[in-house]
């Protein structure tokens, strides 16, 4: 990984004959990857140990958590467009950014005195709403400050870091559990702490990127135009196809624990298996995207997710499976978090990225949450053996569906 001294991609000097040109990862990047490190820190530790302090401490039922599950996967979609939009509006999604990380650090430290189903959902939908304000801002920014032909790289980088704080925080959950049983008070109390410093951070050292001219004012008119033209129509459609298939991490870990009876105390290391997959994958298969094509890359780690639900399904578990459950699903989401936004990115213009993805992690958002919501109906239904077995089914099904819808979406977007 290499560091640039400088944040616009056409900022170089023109090389000199006979020269080689060594593409840099922008500074602003990195500067935002330590903010999503800090804040997955955070926020990490709390998912971590949400699914089972929700079934087992608050005592929720399978259908009850899935529709939470549902939430904290699909309620940012109600926010998601509106962030992208009024960054691109202002041409300054900083600051859009920063209002979305404030609103997420606060609900932390609000679910101490959350109890009950409809307390805990009001503080968790706070921080999705966070989550999908910040998320289209701030990648708006990332594809600003990025050479266009390593866009995958850049967004592979941001993620990487990110990761970096998605193992960290159920690490420090889990020795807070070894520590004290049973207290999650004190998780929420230090992911609150951590996701201030992270917010520190944005306010204080991300540079305020502009991402349209003073002279232009985005009209919504415009940006539903792109958004709805016929260079997103397909991806968005592909992007639906896949997100109703896509299970919630909860549900799968979930089903390791209750097939190969994990002790609680360890229930959030699950979550570290995964972030370490996903930490090794995620900066090659930003490279391998930007050489290959980022919708091949995008079908594939589908692929990847496919297998994990046939190896959660089997009635037999163990380490090994379980390993290697949790490395394919690191995989899965080192092929499509950051190659989504990278690909769609270069198929609106400049002034409207944001929308444009913000109108990707929407469709991506509500698909999930239908996908929850389904899949917690049928595990009380059916349970989770059969369930993950169905979807399996499904996604197969919907794969070489995707690989179609995308298909020369790669020409398009070099084309733009």
């Given at each position: 990984?290499?560091?640039?001294?400088?944040?616009?991609?056409?900022?170089?000097?023109?090389?000199?004959?006979?020269s080689t040109v060594v593409k840099r990862v922008s500074?602003?990047?990195?500067?935002?990857?330590?903010?999503?490190?800090?804040?997955?820190?955070?926020?990490?530790?709390?998912?971590?140990?949400?699914?089972?302090?929700?079934?087992?401490?608050?005592?929720?039922?399978?259908?009850?958590?899935?529709?939470?599950?549902?939430?904290?996967?699909?309620?940012?979609?109600?926010?998601?467009?509106?962030?992208?939009?009024?960054?691109?509006?202002?041409?300054?999604?900083?600051?859009?950014?920063?209002?979305?990380?404030?609103?997420?650090?606060?609900?932390?430290?609000?679910?101490?005195?959350?109890?009950?189903?409809?307390?805990?959902?009001?503080?968790?939908?706070?921080?999705?709403?966070?989550?999908?304000?910040?998320?289209?801002?701030?990648?708006?920014?990332?594809?600003?400050?990025?050479?266009?032909?390593?866009?995958?790289?850049?967004?592979?980088?941001?993620?990487?870091?990110?990761?970096?704080?998605?193992?960290?925080?159920?690490?420090?959950?889990?020795?807070?559990?070894?520590?004290?049983?049973?207290?999650?008070?004190?998780?929420?109390?230090?992911?609150?702490?951590?996701?201030?410093?992270?917010?520190?951070?944005?306010?204080?050292?991300?540079?305020?990127?502009?991402?349209?001219?003073?002279?232009?004012?985005?009209?919504?008119?415009?940006?539903?135009?792109?958004?709805?033209?016929?260079?997103?129509?397909?991806?968005?459609?592909?992007?639906?196809?896949?997100?109703?298939?896509?299970?919630?991490?909860?549900?799968?870990?979930?089903?390791?624990?209750?097939?190969?009876?994990?002790?609680?105390?360890?229930?959030?290391?699950?979550?570290?298996?995964?972030?370490?997959?996903?930490?090794?994958?995620?900066?090659?298969?930003?490279?391998?995207?930007?050489?290959?094509?980022?919708?091949?890359?995008?079908?594939?780690?589908?692929?990847?997710?496919?297998?994990?639900?046939?190896?959660?399904?089997?009635?037999?578990?163990?380490?090994?499976?379980?390993?290697?459950?949790?490395?394919?699903?690191?995989?899965?989401?080192?092929?499509?978090?950051?190659?989504?936004?990278?690909?769609?990115?270069?198929?609106?213009?400049?002034?409207?990225?944001?929308?444009?993805?913000?109108?990707?992690?929407?469709?991506?958002?509500?698909?999930?949450?239908?996908?929850?919501?389904?899949?917690?109906?049928?595990?009380?239904?059916?349970?989770?053996?059969?369930?993950?077995?169905?979807?399996?089914?499904?996604?197969?099904?919907?794969?070489?569906?995707?690989?179609?819808?995308?298909?020369?979406?790669d020409r398009a977007e070099a084309a733009a």
């Amino acid at each position: 990984m290499y560091v640039s001294l400088r944040d616009r991609p056409g900022a170089d000097k023109a090389p000199g004959p006979g020269s080689t040109v060594v593409k840099r990862v922008s500074t602003t990047v990195l500067l935002l990857g330590t903010v999503s490190l800090l804040t997955d820190v955070s926020s990490e530790m709390v998912a971590s140990v949400l699914p089972l302090y929700l079934t087992a401490a608050v005592g929720l039922s399978p259908v009850a958590y899935g529709f939470l599950d549902g939430m904290y996967q699909g309620v940012s979609a109600v926010v998601r467009i509106a962030g992208g939009y009024a960054g691109d509006r202002g041409g300054q999604p900083k600051w859009v950014a920063v209002l979305g990380y404030g609103a997420s650090a606060v609900s932390r430290i609000l679910m101490l005195p959350a109890a009950g189903f409809a307390a805990i959902t009001a503080v968790v939908t706070g921080d999705r709403l966070g989550k999908g304000l910040r998320t289209a801002p701030r990648d708006a920014l990332i594809a600003e400050a990025s050479d266009p032909s390593m866009l995958g790289r850049s967004f592979g980088v941001h993620r990487a870091l990110d990761t970096v704080g998605a193992a960290l925080g159920p690490v420090v959950a889990f020795a807070l559990l070894a520590s004290v049983p049973g207290s999650y008070d004190s998780i929420f109390v230090v992911s609150f702490a951590v996701a201030l410093v992270g917010l520190a951070v944005l306010v204080l050292f991300v540079p305020n990127l502009r991402t349209s001219t003073g002279a232009v004012r985005v009209g919504l008119r415009r940006v539903l135009r792109e958004i709805g033209g016929r260079r997103l129509r397909r991806p968005l459609i592909a992007a639906a196809v896949l997100g109703l298939l896509t299970v919630g991490d909860g549900f799968l870990y979930l089903s390791l624990q209750d097939r190969d009876d994990i002790a609680a105390q360890y229930f959030p290391l699950l979550y570290v298996g995964t972030n370490i997959a996903y930490l090794a994958l995620a900066v090659p298969l930003g490279r391998l995207s930007d050489r290959v094509g980022r919708g091949r890359v995008l079908v594939a780690g589908h692929g990847a997710l496919l297998a994990c639900y046939l190896l959660a399904a089997l009635p037999a578990g163990g380490i090994g499976l379980t390993v290697s459950v949790l490395l394919l699903l690191g995989v899965f989401y080192a092929a499509t978090d950051g190659v989504l936004p990278a690909l769609i990115s270069r198929l609106v213009s400049a002034e409207t990225r944001g929308s444009g993805i913000a109108a990707a992690q929407t469709v991506v958002a509500l698909a999930r949450f239908a996908s929850s919501v389904l899949f917690g109906l049928l595990w009380a239904v059916q349970g989770p053996g059969r369930s993950l077995v169905l979807f399996a089914v499904l996604l197969a099904a919907a794969v070489p569906v995707a690989a179609w819808l995308l298909r020369g979406i790669d020409r398009a977007e070099a084309a733009a």
